[in-house]
């Protein structure tokens, strides 16, 4: 076997877990010229077969086409060394891999949950985590997007079939088609396994979001936050939908937040919120459902309950937030009302939004030239 090889030193190719830990670290979890995240653990200098130990100080990560490059003198070990002092990643922030997975069923396993045919397999509070993107190009492939995030933030996304980690706190571990990230030594947040024309696999993840953690992996799922803590089993169950439904969601955890509406001193009765609200305030879904009304800086539901709050920001644009404070989108006055609008499929981080694969289809043909993302207040 490869690992068991020695050099004429007796040194093997093994790395021990510490020190490879430690390599991954330096370099930001990814090639440090060119920061792909599938790597091999490189010998600067001396190289392997005059190394007599796996020294942290003297090596680094390349990817199997940057390698070669060093190899065969297309690139100097100077601009190694320099890399290695300046990693590609640490520079951008992120580290990504390109894959090839098979999504024309749109089937994807997630613990020992599958599910076909789904657009969303998993919605959280309302917001979409894992879904399928139809191309916009059609000798594209379908997309298969996702979101994955901690405690302490962004820990990393799927964006139309390309990885991208964030460069933070956490353990980075890209081998083969799989993806692994740690928080710490033995806490596990996601394991990924994307092979080439296989059902993409998530075999564990734990995420946070809006201060629940939600752990699914082959014994189930496990949701944790506010009041509740408890198990819920999602085991060896297959989940068949029609493909040509548009948002068809396999499974879906809670509802996006919502409060009921304060004067600042008691909760206001519905019929004084009602009498306050007319068709002007009225937000609308680009579909033309009734999402709910503008009243002074919140938006509120059909229920009369408080579902966003509303803040202009320095470039004068009205931002629109969740109760629990997370940016969703803008809300632009239209000639019926208003709508909950974005201009990009991503945010400025990177992340990115899930749209309705319809409404990509016939935007060009609606009033408004934005997203519409309205489905993430009601």
Known sequence: MKNAQKNKHGLKRYIEADIARKIRQDAGYGCVMCGVMFVDYEHIEPEFKDAREHDPEKMTLLCKPCHDDVTYKRKTKKKVWLAKADPFTKKHGLVKGIFDPETEFKEVKIGSLTSTGSSIFMKVFGKPIFWFSEPEDPDEPIGFNAIFSSSDGMIGYMEKNIFHGVVAKHDIDSHGFTIEIRKEKG??????????????????????????????????????????????????????????????????????????????????KKTIIASLLNIERTVFSSNGDVVGWVLDNIITSKDYECIAVIKRNDKGEIGVFNILDEFIGLLKKTTKGYSVIYNDTKYPSGEPIWISNNHIKARNTFLLKEYDLSHRIY
């Open 187 to 268: 806490k596990i947040l996601l394991v990924m396994h994307i092979e080439g024309d296989a059902t993409i696999y998530v075999e564990r993840f734990s995420i946070d979001y809006l201060g629940y953690n939600i752990t699914v992996n082959k014994k189930g799922a496990t949701l944790r936050g506010g009041n509740i803590h408890g198990s819920f089993d999602i085991s060896n169950v297959t989940i068949a939908m029609d493909r040509d439904r548009d948002s068809t969601c396999a499974f879906s955890i809670g509802h996006p937040p919502r409060n009921k509406i304060r004067d600042g001193i008691s909760f206001v």
